[in-house]
């Protein structure tokens, strides 16, 4: 399998990150993770110019236009054959002497990616997952997708020792996001999920599940909710590029609905999967 370092594609044995790289010392950079379909990425446009956003946020040159960019992890995943997965990909502020300040103009980013196989989650989407609940204890810019992810680590690492899927987390009570997914529930047939303000990140899956709501008829509210609300909710799931529409029939000790995937949630993964073949075919 190749990987893509900066412009250059290569085995991945031959791929070195300089021990001094900012992404390595600090977690100076951003990342993404794009789904691969049929061979074709998913919601591309959007993440890449998620990318680009990211880098403007924490003041990071990207050495590439998105043009370029998009070209080179078509290549990647052509040339590695890859029909159902992911592309990793992310740039961080480049090597130099350790220092906290930004290195001068010359250093240039770096940028790395390369795919995985990776299958559909279907066991646990029609079955549905278990996640815990946990204090959202990370920074105030989780708009923004940095590689900086002790926080949601270790909340997922506690819901893994647990047995659980997900890690539910709140701030003094008020559910903002999952450790890697946002989080949504439906109550009396409207959905809610916490706005794309800078305490979450706005989801690509997310938006496409609010555009979705109104291709099937469901109304939504981007207002955030209380634990105690979710706990008492009709239907409660996560989404994320990898998982997409995962029904939650547990969050902590409280079983939601008859512990089976919520009539929305089925409706919406129904939907996104129609997405899915309308975008990268079937
Ligand atoms: N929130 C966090 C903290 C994440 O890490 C992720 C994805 O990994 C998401 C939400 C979901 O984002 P997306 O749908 O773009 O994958």
């Not at 991945?12 to 001094?20: C, G, H, M």
């Not at 680009?52 to 052509?78: D, G, R, V, Y």
């Not at 609010?210 to 799931?237: H, N, P, Q, W």
């Not at 969050?251 to 949630?265: E, L, Q």
Request: proline fraction near 3%; hydrophobic fraction near 35%.
């Amino acid at each position: 399998n190749k990987v893509l370092v900066n412009d250059q594609l290569m085995e991945r044995q031959e791929a070195k990150v300089d021990i001094e790289d900012r992404g390595y010392q600090f977690g100076d950079g951003i990342y993404e993770v794009i789904r691969i379909y049929s061979g074709s990425m998913f919601t591309g446009k959007e993440h890449i110019d998620r990318l680009f956003e990211s880098a403007k946020k924490i003041h990071l040159e990207l050495p590439f236009s998105e043009e370029i960019l998009t070209k080179k992890l078509q290549e990647l995943m052509e040339v590695n054959q890859l029909q159902t997965g992911i592309i990793y990909l992310q740039v961080t502020r480049g090597a130099s002497p350790r220092q906290h300040h930004f290195p001068d103009n010359d250093v240039k980013a770096v940028f790395t990616a390369y795919t995985k196989e990776v299958p559909r989650p279907e066991k646990q989407m029609t079955e549905g997952v278990t996640a815990i609940v946990a204090d959202d204890i990370r920074w105030l810019r989780c708009d923004i997708k940095s590689l900086n992810l002790l926080g949601n680590l270790l909340a997922k690492q506690e819901a893994m020792s647990k047995g659980s899927y997900e890690a539910v987390l709140h701030r003094d009570s008020t559910v903002t996001e999952g450790s890697s997914s946002n989080i949504f529930i439906i109550k009396n047939d409207e959905l809610r999920t916490h706005p794309a303000t800078n305490l979450i990140l706005n989801g690509i899956t997310r938006r496409e599940i609010l555009r979705l709501c109104s291709d099937i008829g469901l109304s939504y509210k981007e207002e955030a909710f209380t634990l105690d609300e979710m706990y008492k909710a009709d239907e409660v799931f996560m989404a994320s590029t990898t998982a997409e529409v995962m029904p939650l029939v547990q969050v902590g000790d409280t079983v939601v609905g008859d512990r089976t995937p919520g009539k929305w949630t089925k409706e919406l993964q129904k939907a996104f999967l129609g997405a899915i073949q309308q975008q990268c075919g079937e």
